[in-house]
């Protein structure tokens, strides 16, 4: 299983980002999907997930209406939109997947929302 995340950058508040995440070694279509966030000296949390195709969502109440999880069963990818980013939305933000019963997490991207 490999997950690597792209599109994390630096951004003003109220602007937007979207995340990207590749996943291999795995049938993508048939697993849910998930993006979390690691702020220093915090715990992860869980942003978003995504069903195996694609029709329910759930994201943290924090997110919700800010963010939108989609993917793209065709390409083997998972995405995340972020609008209206906030300053507490600053974190490396990670791509996973549960096969198998475990745990697999990209490398992550760091998102830095500052003025």
């Known amino acids: 299983v490999h997950l690597v995340e792209s599109g994390g950058g630096l951004v003003q508040p109220g602007g937007s980002l979207r995340l990207s995440c590749a996943a291999s070694?795995?049938?993508?279509?048939?697993?849910?999907m998930s993006w979390y966030r690691q702020a220093p000296g915090k715990e992860r949390e869980l942003v978003a997930q995504?069903?195996?195709?694609?029709?329910?969502?759930n994201y943290a109440s924090s997110v919700k209406g800010r963010f939108t999880i989609s993917r793209d069963n065709a390409k083997n990818s998972v995405y995340l939109q972020m609008n209206s980013l906030k300053p507490e939305d600053t974190a490396v933000y990670l791509c996973?997947?549960?096969?198998?019963?475990?745990?697999?997490w990209g490398q992550g991207t760091q998102v830095t929302v500052s003025s």
């Open positions: 070694g795995f049938t993508f279509s048939s697993y849910y």
């Open positions: 995504i069903s195996s195709g694609g029709g329910n969502t």
């Open positions: 996973n997947v549960c096969y198998w019963a475990q745990d697999y």
